[in-house]
């Protein structure tokens, strides 16, 4: 079923979501239209990325399903959606905020300086996110694209710095399965008993 979904319907399916905000936006008569899609763009960047991150843990729990393997086939559409909605969330936020003045007076606050690092990090694994860059790059790309786990943190500390820490239960109701796939793939790699070699 999974196989037989075509990249240009995945896209679809994944620019829903933004079409609704940016629909909303539009045709709201709220005044604070704008700022009401600060946190939507933002969560599903993050949802975006756990998804991209997860393929590869559940391939390994579940091997040889037919869903983790289009998911693993497929990470690096999530992994570019995850960017063009943390694109869309930084674009509200710089054109919520108004003025110069008042995004460098928070670029030091915790909320924002986490989810500016996280932004940076995210740039160049974007950039280098199509099959051009992967042939160039060689063992290099895998080892740069690793940088998606500080990128993660980070993200998470974004989201539950929210409000005065009010985003951590949801960040961690969201971010919990990638921990607990992450504690798997560590658990299997390095932790789990291995039977013992024969002479």
Do not use: C
């Not at 993050?46 to 998911?71: C, D, E, N, Q």
């Not at 740069?144 to 239960?169: F, I, N």
């Amino acid at each position: 079923m999974f196989s037989r979904l075509s990249p240009y319907w995945l896209w679809l399916l994944l620019s829903l979501p933004a079409l609704a905000i940016l629909n909303n936006v539009l045709t709201s008569v709220d005044p604070k239209a704008l700022q009401h899609a600060l946190h939507p763009s933002g969560e599903f960047s993050a949802r975006f990325m756990i998804v991209s991150m997860m393929a590869t843990p559940l391939a390994m729990l579940f091997k040889g399903k037919s869903f983790p393997s289009w998911l693993k086939k497929n990470r690096r559409s999530f992994g570019v959606a995850a960017f063009a909605y943390a694109a869309l969330h930084l674009g509200v936020y710089l054109v919520s905020r108004g003025s110069l003045e008042k995004i460098l007076s928070q670029a030091t606050h915790f909320n924002i300086l986490t989810g500016w690092l996280a932004f940076l990090i995210f740039l160049p694994l974007a950039a280098t996110s199509f099959d051009a860059a992967v042939r160039a790059l060689g063992p290099r790309w895998k080892t740069m694209q690793r940088a998606v786990y500080a990128a993660a943190v980070l993200t998470l500390l974004h989201w539950a710095a929210k409000d005065g820490w009010e985003g951590l239960p949801p960040a961690l109701v969201n971010f919990t399965p990638l921990i607990l796939l992450e504690g798997y793939r560590i658990w299997y790699w390095y932790i789990r008993p291995r039977p013992a070699r024969t002479a």
